[in-house]
């Protein structure tokens, strides 16, 4: 039996054993430097265009934007000229040169008119467009020598800020030499065709 009272005696408890003892933290050792060498920089890539979506277009086809002069062949016309260049290189004759008129050209009567093709080719092409009378071809260009004769009075009113137009039915003359064409001319304007010249002017500026 343990004896209370015996404090003088008592054993004092073994002292506890310390944690064992950690190395000293060692400092972070840095990386090595690197060289920093500039590089240019680099181009976007493209973004590859997608199938059916090609930017590039073919040259569209040469159309014809209205009737040539030998499609108004009988029609009543009304030309209002603007300038007449001289002596230009003719590409259907090297080494020739010819006059070029440039022209307003109303088709007043007959109804519908055809034109894109070339019915007197041979092979024949025949004809792809139509389109309703009166008609207006604007800026037209005008080689034939009879009718750039027969609008040169009228352009010169014109240059002077006169209100200059010539009206007259399509037809042609005689040619000059075998085996040429017949030249392109205006008749003169019967009463009737003046009549339906001002019913048109009445209701449209031709000079806007």
Same mark, same amino acid.
């Given at each position: 039996?343990? %004896? $209370?009272?015996?404090?003088? %005696? ?5 002292? +506890?054993?310390? /944690? ?13 430097? @690197? ?12 973004? $590859? ?27 009543? #016309? ?11 290189p003719?590409r &259907?004759?090297?080494? @020739? +040169? ?9 088709? &007043? ?5 055809? !034109? ?5 080719? +041979?092979p ?7 389109v309703? +009378? ?20 009228? &352009? ?24 040429? %064409? ?7 304007? @019967?009463?009737?065709?003046?009549? #339906? /010249?001002?019913? !048109?002017? /009445? ?6």
């Amino acid at each position: 039996m343990t %004896n $209370p009272f015996a404090f003088g %005696n008592a054993t004092a408890p073994a002292p +506890t054993a310390s /944690a064992p003892a950690q190395p000293p933290a060692s400092a972070p050792v840095a990386a090595p430097a @690197t060289l920093a060498i500039d590089t240019p920089p680099t181009a976007p890539a493209a973004a $590859p265009t997608p199938a059916g979506d090609d930017p590039f277009s073919a040259p569209a086809p040469q159309a014809a934007r209205g009737p040539r002069v030998r499609d108004m062949y009988g029609r009543l #016309l009304l030309v209002i000229p603007h300038k007449l260049e001289e002596d230009l290189p003719n590409r &259907l004759q090297p080494g @020739t +040169t010819q006059d070029r008129l440039t022209a307003d050209v109303i088709i &007043l009567d007959g109804g519908e008119i055809q !034109y894109g093709g070339k019915p007197e080719a +041979t092979p024949p092409v025949p004809h792809t467009k139509t389109v309703a +009378t009166p008609f207006k071809s604007e800026r037209m260009f005008l080689s034939q020598r009879g009718l750039i004769s027969q609008c040169r009075e009228a &352009l010169a009113k014109r240059l002077q800020g006169q209100p200059g137009m010539v009206l007259g039915r399509l037809t042609t003359g005689e040619a000059k030499e075998a085996g040429q %064409n017949a030249p392109f001319l205006l008749s003169p304007p @019967t009463d009737e065709d003046k009549a #339906l /010249a001002r019913q !048109y002017l /009445a209701q449209v500026d031709p000079f806007a």
